[in-house]
């Protein structure tokens, strides 16, 4: 098994909509892999597929060897799946500490955990007491990280990291991502190509919910006219 | 200007409330009534306060408008009364309810039973159904064999307002113990064990199989081991405990009562969520036609149990004391002389409803607030209330919270009402104009905010026993010589009153999020 994850042909329903009418994605372990394809095209509904936030009616969903579809969202996270949702979800009634001690799976994890945290986040520590949404944009996003660090995570769905984000913020997200991908696989929804293509080795082009090209990032690169094809940038 | 009086809106209307009340009271009535309307005010938002934090609590979380939250309250009242006046009922109810729910609690079991053995699909789904009719059949037959000692509805001698005057009097009337004659005790106590794990395997083969690998551990039998040896304590101890409990001095039958109201009705919180709510999480209005029909439901069955007349709850003992002593001059005194009274600036407060009723309000009102902002269960509902998909993908059982939390919510109801029927007595109607009053103080106060839940309590308190009082001394209107004396209706109608004007200026109420 060289894949903690994997997903295959899934159809997903939101309501009665018919949102991804087959999506396959394979996940190497330790790498990053970026979901990539325009606005609407199913991409944050995948990942909400993979932790069953959506409902799945059809195809198979394996997380390190185990089927988890149709599973509890809660349950699919605790198996180790960290989540960074677009629009960061930080709990305005929660401080910035709470926001990261609710992330413990286990007791102590935070305490474990805050060293490495803080080393990466300086800003955060200098926050701690703060309402959750009292931060920046871009501090939001980092605590949004960072409570998905919490818990020993094994894979990362990162959703859209630079959305909204100062260059040079951009910047700083994309070395931490980095070193995140040193202790555990990340998933990568960006529409920024500069972005992606920076970070990821491994990349899924989606398409009107449909799974339609896959391979290595080197390959898409030099492909040109596929870019300008499925994503419209130049 | 314009800003400060927007960034403060809140303090000014309510220093504009009490100014109100203030003047009033400078001009209708001594020192001596005011204190005493006020306490009276504190002592019924502490009891609105009781029903409303359960409603704010739930509706904050789950986004459940429980309409039964009053029927709650009432039906806390009447548990609590049982225990208080009838501890041998109360005894003879452990064993069986003990029994019921034992099987249930071994859910964790039954899910690694259903998951590991490979039953034939076909069987698969006729045998819930087959275990859960046997289990049914059961329960009839046995539970209504089962012998409980209980009042009489149809002899008058025997009824609980009978039972109710008598205790009040101080004296117990003597109960005929229950025995066992209809059914051999072996067989009832064997068969409702039966009937429940069953009814439990039943329900639990309903669920599909998912693949695991825990194993069962001894953790999983621990709840179940608990509660079948409570029910078998309470088989064999029944007359220890009965005596037990009836020799008790009644402050200590006191709070055990308010105890087993606020268990019970968390108990019943759990099952109303688990059973009713949960199946309708994506239609609200389906909810509140749930609830607003368990809320007749639960009328009905008090009266079929209970009775329709109303009776009263003594007050515990050492709030009840008369004599020459009496009223007690300070608290000092009152230590010693447990008067049902005491003299605070001249005025006579009753200590059990002016005095200790607001206390427990306050100490609930602090230990729910602390569960809210110190705990790890207080942090989940915390950002539940803003986001519940994200505190799942935490990998957070959030199901399992909103249970809870619906159970404190209508244990908090129940409590309130076991705390409130010594001083207001024991109705059927109880409840109603107390839902009526907790929705309107949740409105004032901005529905989902727990700070904002207790002061639209106290408002409403205030402002109904202030219109009550006026009632009796009727009020000058400032500027005129007409004296105004507000007529009964007039009191519910004063909390709408008070609700329109603060929703005109302040639409998210008091202490409301504005969006």
């Not at chain 2, 109607?429 to 009053?437: C, I, K, Q, T, V």
Request: glycine fraction near 10%; hydrophobic fraction near 50%; proline fraction near 4%.
């Amino acid at each position: 098994m060289d894949n903690i994850l994997e997903v295959q042909g899934i159809h997903s329903y939101i309501k009665q909509y018919h949102i991804l009418q087959g999506v396959d994605v394979r996940v190497p372990y330790g790498s990053i892999t970026a979901l990539l394809g325009r606005n609407g095209a199913g991409k944050t509904t995948t990942l909400k597929s993979i932790l069953g936030l959506v409902s799945v009616r059809s195809g198979k969903i394996i997380f390190e060897g185990n089927e988890v579809q149709g599973m509890a969202p809660f349950d699919i996270a605790a198996m180790g799946i960290g989540f960074v949702p677009e629009h960061r979800a930080i709990f305005r009634d929660l401080t910035v500490e709470e926001n990261l001690k609710l992330a413990e799976r286990k007791r102590g994890d935070y305490s474990r955990k805050s060293d490495l945290i803080f080393d990466l986040f300086p800003d955060l520590q200098k926050f701690l007491t703060l309402p959750g949404t009292s931060l920046s944009g871009g501090q939001q996003q980092m605590l949004a990280i960072a409570r998905a660090m919490i818990a020993d995570n094994r894979l990362l769905l990162i959703d859209e990291p630079s959305e909204g984000l100062a260059p040079v913020i951009i910047e700083r997200m994309i070395s931490v991502i980095r070193q995140l991908s040193q202790t555990s696989t990340v998933v990568l929804v960006e529409q920024n190509f500069l972005v992606a293509s920076q970070l990821a080795e491994y990349y899924v082009i989606i398409e009107e919910g449909r799974s339609v090209k896959a391979g290595t990032m080197k390959e898409l690169k030099e492909d040109k006219a596929a870019i300008h094809h499925y994503l419209g940038a130049a | 200007m314009k800003l400060f009086i927007r960034k403060n809106s809140i303090i000014l209307i309510t220093l504009a409330v009490l100014i109100v009340l203030f003047t009033a009271a400078e001009r209708g009535m001594g020192s001596k009534d005011f204190l005493i309307t006020m306490l009276r005010g504190f002592s019924l938002g502490s009891v609105t306060f009781l029903v409303a934090s359960g409603f704010s609590l739930i509706f904050g979380l789950l986004d459940v408008l429980n309409l039964a939250q009053g029927t709650f309250y009432m039906m806390g009242a009447y548990i609590g009364w049982t225990a208080y006046v009838r501890p041998d009922t109360f005894v003879d109810i452990i064993t069986p309810l003990a029994l019921i729910i034992s099987g249930f609690t071994l859910g964790s079991v039954w899910t690694h039973i259903s998951n590991t053995q490979h039953i034939n699909l076909k069987v698969r789904k006729i045998l819930p159904w087959g275990l859960i009719l046997v289990s049914i059949l059961l329960f009839v037959l046995i539970i209504p064999k089962y012998p409980i000692a209980i009042w009489n509805l149809d002899n008058y001698a025997l009824s609980p307002v009978t039972y109710s005057f008598m205790a009040d009097q101080g004296t117990r009337i003597p109960v005929t113990p229950a025995v066992f004659e209809k059914i051999s005790p072996t067989i009832a106590i064997v068969g409702l064990l039966f009937a429940s794990i069953l009814g439990a395997f039943g329900i639990s083969l309903f669920k599909h199989p998912v693949q695991t690998q825990s194993k069962l551990k001894m953790k999983n039998f621990v709840p179940f081991i608990i509660v079948l040896g409570i029910g078998l304590v309470g088989y064999f101890f029944n007359d220890g405990i009965t005596n037990f409990l009836s020799g008790l001095d009644t402050i200590w039958l006191f709070l055990i009562a308010a105890l087993v109201a606020a268990l019970s009705g968390a108990g019943l919180g759990a099952l109303t969520e688990t059973l009713f709510i949960r199946p309708l999480y994506s239609r609200p209005i389906y909810q509140l036609m749930l609830t607003l029909g368990l809320s007749a439901i639960g009328m009905e069955i008090v009266q079929v149990i209970w009775g329709r007349n109303e009776f009263v709850m003594p007050r515990p003992s050492i709030f009840q004391t008369t004599g020459s002593a009496c009223p007690a001059t300070s608290f000092s005194s009152w230590l010693q002389t447990h008067c049902s009274t005491v003299l605070l600036l001249n005025a006579r407060v009753r200590v059990y409803d002016e005095i200790f009723i607001p206390l427990v309000g306050i100490i609930v009102l602090v230990a729910v607030w602390i569960l809210l902002k110190r705990t790890r269960l207080g942090m989940i509902i915390r950002a539940g209330v803003q986001d519940r998909e994200m505190v799942e993908a935490l990998g957070i059982n959030v199901r399992s919270v909103f249970t809870l939390v619906f159970a404190i919510g209508v244990g908090l109801a129940t409590f309130g009402g076991a705390l409130a029927a010594p001083s207001t007595g024991l109705s059927n109607a109880m409840g109603e104009s107390l839902l009526l009053a907790a929705l309107i103080a949740l409105a004032i106060g901005g529905l989902t905010s727990y700070p904002g839940a207790a002061l639209g309590a106290l408002l409403v308190g205030l402002i109904q026993m202030f219109v009550i009082k006026y009632g009796q001394i009727g009020i000058t209107i400032p500027f005129t010589h007409i004296v105004f004396k507000p007529t009964p209706p007039i009191v519910p109608a004063s909390t709408v009153l008070l609700m329109v004007i603060v929703l005109l200026i302040l639409p998210g109420g008091l202490l409301g999020k504005r969006e």
